[in-house]
């Protein structure tokens, strides 16, 4: 009884979030330039401290070089960068993925050192499909998933609206009512393959991913066992490094340096997770034509025969309509309820026939 006495008299409310320092070992480091020894109370006090004479990170910078595309470091830098403030003005998850044995995971081990106790690891998985989850992640400024799962989410409600919260978030602990909690973390994701989803293909859940990809692992590459702690010793350096990013991503309103290969990747992980932009890119299926129509369930056919063409699973017919529907203007055609009789279907898409392979394959209706 005397101890959850003393426990109330000494609560307080959280600090308010400051969003123009970062709180190091040694002081108080402003965006601005400045640095003050001073310390104040804080939520997130990283375990580095600001030395403007430290030394370049000769190794950190030799190991990210061998691990990522020249193009894409910079990326990489900002993002460190990123997580040092409690923003999510970016609204970017990072996702660095390879074929494997390339080192990603030692990224993983430097964000440690920088961040210590307001890092936490985890599972991206997790934090969308378990509703308690999100509590752990509250006043942290990062979450690294070293190892991240290859199965399509079931659902990315949870994880779109953390990387863009700008607001208190519902969470909730075991045993106790769920309140409204300060999420302002960011992703840090590692594996071998791209996030995608089952059922979300937005382009709302691809624009929040910065989708980097590695260096092949290079031939006779023998890997240094000490190398973690060769850039433990560094991260002084590395993070001026990240400071260094910081100030340009800020500069740049918080956008990122997006190689033509870091675009090119995303442009990928979307035709992965949604075949119905592959099947608008083909020729010989179908032609945008002014005056012409033709019925969703034919439009809908001729897809499906693509994808047998191609080897591809073909998606619902319901999610098929509904991103024509949702992108007609893009597209150049117009969804109209009685556009063909009393059809549904779409104006200005002309779809072309097949000439059968052989006897076997049957002819589509054509209207």
Same mark, same amino acid.
Not at 63 to 81: H, K, R, S, T
Not at 298 to 316: G, T
């Given at each position: 009884? #005397?101890?959850?006495?003393?426990? +109330? ?16 070992? &040694? ?17 997130? /006090? ?7 004479? @430290? ?5 950190? #910078? ?13 990326? %990489? ?6 997580? !040092?403030?409690? =923003? ?24 440690? *050192? ?22 752990? !992640? *509250?006043?942290? +400024? =990062? ?48 594996? &071998?393959?791209?996030?995608? @989803? ?49 100030? /340009? ?5 918080? /956008? ?8 090119? &990747? %995303?442009?990928? $992980? ?40 191609? +080897?591809?699973?073909?998606? @619902? $017919? ?21 556009? =063909? ?9 002309? #779809? ?16």
């Amino acid at each position: 009884m #005397l101890l959850q006495v003393i426990k +109330l008299s000494c609560l307080s409310d959280p600090p308010e979030i400051q969003t123009d320092r970062i709180h190091v070992a &040694n002081g108080t480091y402003f965006t601005d330039g400045r640095f003050l020894p001073d310390k104040e109370y804080c939520m997130n /006090r990283l375990p580095v401290a600001y030395d403007p004479d @430290a030394p370049k990170p000769v190794r950190w #910078l030799q190991f990210v070089n061998e691990l990522l595309y020249e193009d894409d470091v910079p990326a %990489l830098q900002e993002y460190l960068g990123y997580c !040092l403030l409690p =923003v999510t003005k970016a609204q970017k998850m990072l996702l660095m993925v390879g074929k494997g044995g390339e080192g990603k995971s030692r990224v993983g081990l430097v964000f440690r *050192e920088i961040f210590g106790d307001s890092m936490n690891t985890g599972s991206l998985q997790k934090v969308e499909t378990n509703r308690f989850a999100r509590a752990d !992640l *509250e006043y942290k +400024l =990062v979450l690294v998933d070293d190892d991240m799962r290859m199965e399509a989410l079931p659902s990315t409600n949870n994880i779109k609206s953390i990387v863009t919260l700008e607001d208190r978030m519902d969470i909730e602990r075991k045993g106790s009512q769920s309140v409204q909690g300060t999420l302002y973390v960011r992703f840090a994701c590692f594996g &071998n393959g791209s996030l995608q @989803a089952l059922y979300d293909k937005s382009d709302g859940f691809y624009r929040r991913q910065l989708l980097l990809t590695t260096r092949d692992k290079a031939d006779g590459r023998e890997d240094d066992p000490f190398l973690i702690d060769k850039m433990k010793q560094e991260k002084e350096g590395i993070f001026l490094w990240g400071l260094e990013g910081l100030h /340009r991503l800020m500069a740049n309103r918080f /956008r990122f340096t997006i190689s033509e290969r870091a675009a090119a &990747n %995303l442009e990928e $992980a979307r035709e992965k997770g949604n075949n119905i932009l592959v099947f608008l890119k083909s020729e010989g299926y179908f032609a945008i034509t002014p005056g012409a129509r033709c019925r969703s369930r034919d439009f809908y056919n001729v897809y499906e025969r693509w994808c047998q063409d191609n +080897l591809e699973k073909p998606l @619902a $017919a319901k999610t098929f309509l509904h991103y024509l529907k949702e992108h007609q203007q893009a597209l150049g055609v117009v969804y109209d309820e009685k556009c =063909v009789g009393t059809s549904r279907g779409f104006h200005n898409v002309c #779809l072309t026939p097949f000439v059968p392979v052989n006897d076997d394959d049957p002819d589509l209706p054509w209207h």
